[in-house]
């Protein structure tokens, strides 16, 4: 038995752990295989505290499993969503950026099981390691678990995130995400896109050369020649992404 002392304390720290395991289970890398559950549970845990430390932490109600309780609960698990739904868009401008080359340079085929993340061109692995390096050296992960540990003061509970201005944030994240995927990848894209129709119009042309034989290991050398040279737009271009989805996050959340 408890002592009486320590059970609103248990009941506080579990209501608000709600929200920060909700955002940190599903944030890329994070809610996959890699990282047991334990520590995802401890590191929800430790971002719980410094929230009651604060002063900032909601109200629990009094009652768990009555009705206001599963929809406190449901509100605090959707909150914590919505935050994580934000830097998987920006992760999804890598993917999508590289599911792209990948098939225009030919490398389809060649698939990346991770375990953070469903299985992909191995083009796709490498953006998605780049993003994680350019959120990490920016301390992008700092400003997310401040926006989220804010977000207890600006938004209590989940009421405010049914506005409509809100709502019709959150479904623009996607066509944000493909426009920025598509940016991203045009450098890459536009030079493999001019070197596929030269082999066309030469194939045209002259078909006796046979030149859609050297067509594929021509376009992976270009696409190989070209990806280095491109590395610093595809960075700005990831970067970009990261700080949209971190501002986008903020307006979300506070207002």
Do not use: C, K
Not at 166 to 171: D, H, I
Not at 189 to 210: F, K, Y
């Amino acid at each position: 038995m408890l002592p009486p002392a320590i059970e609103p304390f248990l009941l506080a720290l579990l209501f608000t752990s709600l929200r920060t395991g909700a955002a940190l289970t599903f944030l890329p890398a994070l809610g996959g295989q890699l990282i047991p559950v334990r520590v995802r549970i401890g590191l929800a845990g430790a971002v719980s505290w410094l929230v009651i430390g604060s002063g900032h932490a909601p109200t629990p109600p009094t009652d768990l499993l009555s009705l206001p309780g599963f929809a406190a609960i449901a509100g605090e698990l959707l909150i914590g969503l919505a935050a994580a739904l934000s830097l998987h868009a920006a992760f999804a401008v890598a993917l999508a950026a590289g599911d792209w080359l990948a098939q225009s340079m030919g490398l389809g085929f060649a698939q990346l099981v991770d375990p953070t993340m469903p299985q992909a061109p191995i083009l796709s692995g490498l953006f998605a390691m780049l993003m994680w390096a350019l959120l990490l050296t920016g301390g992008g992960h700092l400003v997310f678990l401040d926006i989220l540990i804010r977000s207890y003061a600006a938004m209590p509970n989940a009421a405010a995130l049914f506005e409509p201005g809100r709502l019709s944030a959150v479904t623009a994240w996607g066509g944000y995400a493909f426009a920025s995927a598509f940016i991203a990848a045009l450098p890459v894209g536009a030079t493999l896109l001019m070197v596929n129709l030269a082999i066309g119009v030469a194939a045209r042309s002259a078909p006796q050369l046979n030149l859609f034989s050297i067509g594929f290991p021509l376009m992976l050398l270009i696409g190989l020649i070209a990806l280095p040279l491109a590395l610093p737009a595809l960075a700005a271009s990831f970067q970009g992404a990261l700080t949209a989805s971190q501002s986008r996050l903020a307006d979300l959340l506070l207002g």
